[in-house]
């Protein structure tokens, strides 16, 4: 099972800082959202997918839409950057956009090999919501901090 620390940060160095400190993002003071298997590359590229109508292939070619920033070392955690289309979308979501976009998403392949239907991806969405609407407000961008 691997574990998905989504949050926000001032940049990519302060970002990267989280990488292998005890507690991660939280214990470095950074807005958390805690999840498991919602991996930061495939999934959340099938939810900006979803959540903007355009294709997955387009997608994974915007800019920093599941970026490695750090290295990739044995077992260390990773830390991924999430696009700002992405964060921009999910920032202007009202209840029901997500509420449309849930089921979708749930039946992608990554979420239904993890087993989330769409009310598991409904409070998914609307916790990462959350984040990014707090991260745009301070002027943050998104990350993900992925652990085995």
């Avoid at 993002?25 to 498991?36: I, M, Q, R, S, T």
């Avoid at 970026?67 to 999430?82: C, N």
């Avoid at 009310?119 to 002027?139: D, Q």
Wanted: hydrophobic residues 45%.
């Amino acid at each position: 099972m691997t574990m998905c620390d989504y949050f926000s940060a001032t940049d990519d160095r302060a970002a990267v800082a989280v990488v292998d400190r005890p507690g991660g993002p939280a214990e470095a003071g950074h807005d958390v959202v805690f999840l498991k298997n919602i991996d930061p590359v495939v999934a959340i590229a099938q939810l900006e997918a979803v959540l903007t109508g355009c294709g997955y292939e387009e997608v994974v070619r915007r800019p920093r839409s599941g970026q490695l920033l750090s290295s990739a070392e044995d077992d260390a955690p990773l830390v991924f950057s999430l696009s700002d289309s992405l964060v921009e979308a999910l920032a202007a979501a009202a209840p029901a956009d997500l509420a449309r976009a849930a089921g979708p998403w749930s039946e992608t392949p990554e979420l239904q090999q993890c087993q989330v239907d769409a009310r598991t991806a409904l409070g998914v969405l609307e916790a990462l919501a959350g984040l990014t609407r707090r991260a745009g407000a301070a002027g943050l961008r998104l990350y993900c901090r992925w652990t085995l």
